[in-house]
């Protein structure tokens, strides 16, 4: 199957992010009918303060933001892990939510990120506090999609190794990583944390990523989006600017690997449970 991950440079303008991924969606390459296309966390809104998502949200039955990124799996005919967008959740705050559409527009699964990056960093902006705006999921996500069993966790989800686990018991054999990683952490984790949680999980890790510059500098991402594979093999990678990076991978791979090394079985731990 061909996977496809899409680095962006989003901005505070939905229009113009979704102009670019439309535009890029144009020149997409696609070897045979299965293909899924990997989008990075807040796709069509990203930058200032977190406080301005709240600007867009809106209960899931209301989301354009949703129904525009529906409407692109169907004129483009890909099964599309469309990024993350804020989803008004029942307390007034956000959910910052990762949708799975089918080729045909359905919903074939949903995720909101677990782990809300509360943190200070030694950048310009120096602290994130996404709980200020947004609220956590509570459920782990794997999705049936036509290429297979598909895992969903967002950017600081990578670093919570028990979600990974937890993601393989529900039947993973992939995990999609939309992500909008810090060039100070980036350079400091990304890589490794990928390559850990594919080893660790024995599943191709797909790291799609925002880069560079946002709205004016105010922001910086680290990019590097990522296709890892469950040996830990970096089996393509984008490191800087914007647009495709694309992989060819095999499933059977995932099986001969956990065949050969069954580390679940092997686990003397109990499974990891959601608080």
Same mark, same amino acid.
């Given at each position: 199957m061909q996977v496809s991950l899409l680095q962006c440079q989003s901005s505070r303008s939905v229009p113009d992010n979704l102009a670019f991924i439309e535009s890029q969606l144009k020149l997409l390459t696609k070897k045979d009918s299965a293909q899924l296309v990997v989008l990075p !966390?807040? #796709? /069509? /809104?990203?930058? +200032?303060?977190? %406080?301005?998502? /709240?600007?867009?949200?809106?209960? !899931?039955?209301? %989301? %354009?933001?949703?129904?525009d990124l529906s409407q692109l799996a169907i004129e483009y005919q890909v099964v599309l892990v469309a990024g993350s967008i804020p989803i008004l959740a029942e307390d007034g705050?956000?959910?910052?939510? #990762?949708?799975? *559409? =089918?080729?045909?527009?359905?919903? $074939?699964?949903?995720y909101d990120k677990l782990h809300l990056f509360d943190v200070e960093v030694s950048d310009g902006t120096k602290q994130y506090r996404e709980s200020d705006a947004f609220c956590p999921g509570d459920r782990i996500v794997v999705?049936?999609?036509?290429m297979g069993k598909l895992g969903l966790a967002i950017c600081y989800d990578i670093? *919570? @190794?028990? $979600? *990974?686990? =937890?993601?393989?018991?529900?039947? @993973?054999?992939?995990? @999609?990583l939309p992500a909008a990683f810090t060039k100070v952490t980036g350079e @400091?984790?990304?890589?490794? $944390?990928?390559? =850990?949680?594919?080893?660790?999980?024995?599943?191709?890790?797909?790291g799609a990523a925002q880069w560079g510059l946002h709205n004016g500098g105010?922001?910086?991402?680290? +990019?590097?989006? &990522?296709?890892?594979s469950p040996w830990g093999e970096v089996v393509a990678q984008k490191r800087e600017g914007t647009g495709w990076l694309q992989a060819d991978i095999d499933l059977q791979s995932v099986q001969?690997?956990?065949?050969? &090394?069954?580390?679940?079985?092997?686990?003397?731990?109990? %499974?990891?449970? $959601?608080?």
């Amino acid at each position: 199957m061909q996977v496809s991950l899409l680095q962006c440079q989003s901005s505070r303008s939905v229009p113009d992010n979704l102009a670019f991924i439309e535009s890029q969606l144009k020149l997409l390459t696609k070897k045979d009918s299965a293909q899924l296309v990997v989008l990075p !966390e807040c #796709c /069509l /809104l990203f930058g +200032g303060q977190e %406080s301005q998502q /709240l600007q867009y949200a809106t209960r !899931e039955q209301d %989301s %354009s933001l949703k129904q525009d990124l529906s409407q692109l799996a169907i004129e483009y005919q890909v099964v599309l892990v469309a990024g993350s967008i804020p989803i008004l959740a029942e307390d007034g705050r956000v959910y910052n939510r #990762c949708y799975v *559409f =089918a080729a045909d527009g359905r919903v $074939l699964g949903q995720y909101d990120k677990l782990h809300l990056f509360d943190v200070e960093v030694s950048d310009g902006t120096k602290q994130y506090r996404e709980s200020d705006a947004f609220c956590p999921g509570d459920r782990i996500v794997v999705v049936d999609t036509p290429m297979g069993k598909l895992g969903l966790a967002i950017c600081y989800d990578i670093r *919570f @190794a028990d $979600l *990974f686990r =937890a993601l393989r018991e529900a039947g @993973a054999e992939m995990i @999609a990583l939309p992500a909008a990683f810090t060039k100070v952490t980036g350079e @400091a984790h990304w890589q490794v $944390l990928l390559q =850990a949680r594919a080893i660790e999980s024995q599943c191709f890790v797909f790291g799609a990523a925002q880069w560079g510059l946002h709205n004016g500098g105010s922001r910086e991402t680290w +990019g590097q989006s &990522m296709v890892v594979s469950p040996w830990g093999e970096v089996v393509a990678q984008k490191r800087e600017g914007t647009g495709w990076l694309q992989a060819d991978i095999d499933l059977q791979s995932v099986q001969d690997i956990r065949a050969r &090394m069954p580390v679940m079985t092997h686990n003397r731990f109990v %499974s990891p449970q $959601l608080k």
